[in-house]
Nanobody, 126 residues
């Protein structure tokens, strides 16, 4: 079992940057694929980015490709989401999720991830 906690959210102007962190507990962190998801008010939770167990593989939603970068440090039990060129439409609560299964990693579906953090608010002003 793993617990994940997000941090790093805040208020930023359009065009600015933020770096979100996902800190995990447990000694088996490297056996979990990690996904970032976001949920805007009145909308479904959507996939943003995911990183494989070793960090060698990454996926991005088309809406953030080229602007966001996901990375992980297994020695620190942490995953990061560097967000550049932020837009007002990036405003949402951002969630970190963890799962051991290949299906979660490959599907990029929120329904396949077992462990979730409480979320961190990102607000981008125009």
């Amino acid at each position: 079992q793993v617990q994940v906690v997000e941090s790093g959210g805040g208020l930023v102007q359009a065009g600015g940057s933020l770096r979100l962190s996902c800190a995990a507990s447990g000694r088996t962190f490297s056996t979990y694929a990690i996904g970032w998801f976001r949920q805007a008010p009145g909308k479904e939770r959507e996939f943003v980015a995911a990183i494989s167990w070793s960090g060698g593989g990454t996926y991005y939603a088309d809406s953030v490709k080229g602007r966001f970068t996901i990375s992980r440090d297994n020695a620190e039990n942490a995953v990061y989401l560097q967000m550049n060129s932020l837009k007002p439409e990036d405003t949402a609560v951002y969630y970190c999720a963890a799962d051991r299964s290949v299906r979660a990693w490959a599907s990029r579906s929120k329904n396949e991830y077992e462990y979730w953090g409480q979320g961190t608010q990102v607000t981008v002003s125009s």
